[in-house]
């Protein structure tokens, strides 16, 4: 009924039953042990120091009436270490407990009807163990292909950077193809252009102002009105005039 063998060390876990129904039980499981050690403890009261960790071969658990054992983590995680290593856990329960097992460390769960059935692994609780990863040093290797750009070993998948240029692309620009506007920076003329851009992005050939006073290049307090020099220093007659943009003034 139990599923025991002779010489099984159980512990029985109950809650809130008769002592009838306790005794009927303890005896049945004599029987199926042929007289093996039996422990009882409530659900409420049993803790990690009521018995000595790894002492019981099989826990049975919620088998006597009412059934009103609650198989929550504190106690599922208190009868994994109570167990010996590859001890069972045979618990009745209406409820789906499969994850909570998992989750306290048991394995091999298995549900029969009301019945679930998880084993202790094959070692302690918290136990430790060596890893052997052999005498060989691990080392780090590329994948082939990078492997292969890093050290040249396969040239033909490298593009050569001189072949992403070509005649064209080695030419000198046309000095004029660089010129920018002296007042906003841009390849754009102005509105009121009066660089000469406008004209030279048109395709116009500006032609040179000519004075009809005679004393534009003196400066400001020498020129009329409507001068095309008006805003710009002085200058000598037939010298071409160029803004600075880098003066501070």
Same mark, same amino acid.
């Given at each position: ?85 590859? +001890? &069972?856990?045979? !618990? ?7 994850? @909570?097992?998992? #989750? $306290? %460390?048991?394995?091999?769960? /298995? ?73 906003? +920076? &841009?390849?754009? !003329? ?7 851009? @406008?004209?030279? #992005? $048109? %395709?116009?050939?500006?032609? /040179? ?41």
């Amino acid at each position: 009924m139990y599923n025991l063998k002779s010489g099984d060390n159980v512990l029985v876990i109950w809650r809130n039953s008769e002592q009838d129904d306790l005794s009927r039980v303890v005896d049945e499981i004599k029987s199926a042990t042929n007289n093996g050690s039996i422990v009882l403890e409530n659900s409420e009261m049993i803790t990690e120091k009521s018995r000595p960790h790894s002492s019981f071969d099989v826990i049975l658990s919620n088998w006597i009436p009412p059934h009103s054992v609650s198989h929550d983590d504190r106690l599922l995680a208190l009868l994994v270490k109570l167990l010996k290593p590859s +001890g &069972k856990l045979i !618990a009745k329960d209406t409820t789906d407990i499969n994850t @909570a097992l998992k #989750l $306290n %460390g048991f394995l091999n769960i /298995t549900k029969d009807g009301d019945v679930y059935t998880a084993e202790k692994p094959k070692f302690e609780v918290g136990s430790k163990a060596q890893l052997k990863l052999g005498n060989k040093p691990a080392v780090w290797k590329l994948d082939d292909t990078v492997e292969a750009a890093w050290t040249g070993a396969n040239d033909d998948d490298i593009i050569d950077s001189d072949q992403l240029l070509d005649e064209d692309d080695l030419k000198k620009p046309d000095e004029k193809a660089l010129r920018v506007c002296a007042t906003t +920076g &841009k390849r754009k !003329a102005c509105a009121d252009c009066s660089c000469g851009l @406008a004209e030279e #992005l $048109n %395709g116009e050939v500006k032609q /040179t102002p000519k004075s009809s006073c005679g004393s534009c290049y003196l400066g400001d307090a020498f020129r009329c009105a409507s001068c095309p020099y008006l805003g710009m220093p002085a200058f000598k007659p037939g010298e071409k005039v160029l803004l600075d943009l880098k003066s501070d003034v």
